[in-house]
């Protein structure tokens, strides 16, 4: 049974472009989580998603940032406009429905903005 | 808002030693996960702990709940280099239905000498 998928692992942005972050569920499970983590610092909640459903996203900054998770493919995580602020390492988690919340991570992407 | 401290922030101790990280919050938390960390990698889930002063145990970890579900220890026996990784304690709040974003702790890196 495959883990979380994130691709890419690396990206490269300038400043004003757009990034692309994609997460792939484990299989069966029906719940997607975003967490940022900072240079040095520790993981912080993004967004929760289920299929086609914005469940939570009191952790997503109030511009440029959006996520969404439609019925067929996988989670996406957008932010246009990048700024050097921006530059962290993206986790995605999914999780079964009601299984002591147990949370699974994919391997990260770490975006850069030059 | 729900703080979790973890202490101490940095580990380093010889191949063969005991030690004990501890994870703090003056909140309660419906379930307490741990999960370690390597450079470049997302957080692995170790265990996830749910009752109030439930020990489980992996292996020569030890994983404790606090009996007020408000604190958590990991204690290693007989550490090896390979425990060697960033610690991460993560709390999940007392659920309203549909709010399940997970609260991370400060981390511990912990650093075992062969």
């Known amino acids: 049974n495959a883990g979380v998928m994130q691709n890419p692992r690396h990206l490269v942005r300038r400043r004003g472009q757009e990034a692309r972050l994609r997460c792939s569920p484990m299989?069966?499970?029906?719940?997607v989580y975003w967490y940022r983590q900072l240079p040095e610092e520790g993981l912080k909640f993004m967004v929760y998603?289920?299929?086609?459903?914005?469940?939570?996203e009191s952790g997503m900054p109030k511009e440029r940032f959006s996520a969404e998770f439609p019925k067929e493919g996988p989670s996406i995580l957008r932010i246009q406009q990048v700024v050097r602020g921006d530059s962290a390492a993206y986790f995605c988690?999914?999780?079964?429905?009601?299984?002591?919340?147990?949370?699974?991570f994919g391997p990260g992407t770490r975006l850069t903005v030059l | 808002t729900q703080l979790l401290e973890q202490s101490p922030q940095f580990l380093s101790i010889q191949e063969g030693e005991n030690l004990t990280v501890y994870c703090n919050s003056s909140?309660?938390?419906?379930?307490l996960q741990w999960y370690r960390q390597e450079p470049g990698e997302g957080p692995v889930l170790l265990v996830t702990?749910?009752?109030?002063?439930e020990v489980k145990k992996l292996k020569r970890l030890t994983f404790q709940f606090g009996d007020a579900r408000k604190d958590s220890s990991l204690h290693i026996t007989a550490a090896q280099p390979g425990d060697t990784g960033l610690y991460l304690c993560?709390?999940?709040?007392?659920?309203?239905?549909?709010?399940?974003?997970?609260?991370f702790g400060t981390g511990t890196r912990l650093t075992i000498i062969p």
């Open positions: 988690a999914s999780s079964p429905l009601r299984s002591n919340n147990e949370q699974f």
């Open positions: 299989k069966g499970h029906s719940h």
């Open positions: 998603l289920q299929k086609e459903n914005i469940i939570d």
């Open positions: 909140s309660v938390f419906s379930s």
């Open positions: 702990v749910v009752t109030g002063g």
């Open positions: 993560a709390g999940l709040p007392i659920s309203n239905f549909g709010n399940e974003k997970l609260t």
